[in-house]
């Protein structure tokens, strides 16, 4: 057992089924543990892996890890002896009656529009970082961004003019989303100013988003900088992808059409965009109980 087939499986991964960079990072760590296990339990050949030795893998994952990560780690590895039978190097399948657990979906936290209002707030001032960080927030709360998407953004793909800008989601998929006028003007204002001081002479980098070396902004960065200002906000410890969560689930709550936000999103099926329909029914429950002369006995 090599890793030169593992290597072969990431890129059928990433040219056949287009996964993201961040996706097949994670399964490359994953199967390279599991590759470990196999060896050190003796396996010397895919053929030899049985049924057992991976269900014996995933009971020491358990012990570990929570069951969302087993569940990605126990789907890294069906796709991989999947992908050995149809490359003819083994006829063997030993995942085949390993059925993945159903997790138990957890309801997204969200912001309040107010606390919303008090984090867009924070990044004060015309210093060349705080233009940058007021168009970073405006973008992942105003479009529902992942930060992924957000720093991968180049210049081309953003047109404030007409108000939209180009996206690539999961799977390098093109996604258009349109841009409020916060975002427009928070935008604008970086474009034109901050970023030019930004961008290291001589130098025409195609990212939108930079650093202090005037390259792209990292994941990492853009997380510290959601963390920075919800810390002067008062709003607690948040995520960015938070952000992403309170666009949606504000959209749902004033009237928007859940399909138009499945697009909004990106998402493929619009079974993961129906859990911030929950979000919104609990919200209409606790404002019902709590102002409804009716809705609970005295």
């Not at 190097?89 to 138990?104: G, M, Q, R, V, Y």
Request: with cysteine; net charge positive.
């Amino acid at each position: 057992m090599t890793l030169e087939l593992l290597d072969d499986f990431l890129n059928y991964l990433s040219v056949e089924k287009g996964l993201a960079k961040n996706t097949l990072e994670a399964y490359s760590r994953d199967l390279i543990a599991y590759l470990g296990y196999l060896s050190n339990a003796g396996v010397t050949s895919f053929t030899a892996v049985t049924y057992e030795h991976v269900l014996n893998y995933l009971h020491e994952l358990h012990k570990e890890y929570a069951d969302t990560s087993v569940a990605r780690k126990l789907a890294a590895i069906k796709a991989f002896h999947k992908f050995l039978v149809r490359e003819g190097i083994t006829e063997n399948l030993p995942t085949s009656d390993i059925k993945t657990p159903k997790i138990a979906q957890k309801l997204p936290k969200v912001l309040s529009a107010k606390q919303i209002g008090k984090l867009l707030n924070q990044p004060m001032g015309i210093g060349k970082y705080a233009m940058r960080d007021r168009a970073i927030l405006e973008l992942l709360y105003s479009c529902g961004m992942r930060v992924s998407e957000l720093v991968s953004l180049d210049v081309g793909d953003i047109d404030p003019r007409h108000g939209y800008l180009r996206c690539l989601g999961k799977g390098s998929k093109e996604r258009i989303i349109p841009l409020g006028s916060y975002a427009i003007e928070a935008l604008t204002e970086y474009s034109n100013k901050s970023r030019r001081e930004l961008v290291k002479e001589g130098t025409w980098p195609p990212e939108f988003f930079l650093n202090n070396r005037g390259t792209r902004l990292t994941r990492v960065s853009c997380w510290k900088i959601v963390k920075k200002y919800a810390e002067k906000a008062g709003i607690g410890d948040i995520y960015p992808h938070l952000l992403r969560h309170s666009f949606a689930t504000h959209l749902l709550t004033n009237g928007a059409d859940l399909r138009a936000v499945q697009e909004l999103l990106g998402h493929a099926d619009i079974s993961t965009t129906q859990i911030y329909t929950h979000v919104t029914k609990d919200k209409l429950r606790v404002v019902y109980e709590r102002t409804h002369p009716k809705a609970r006995k005295k």
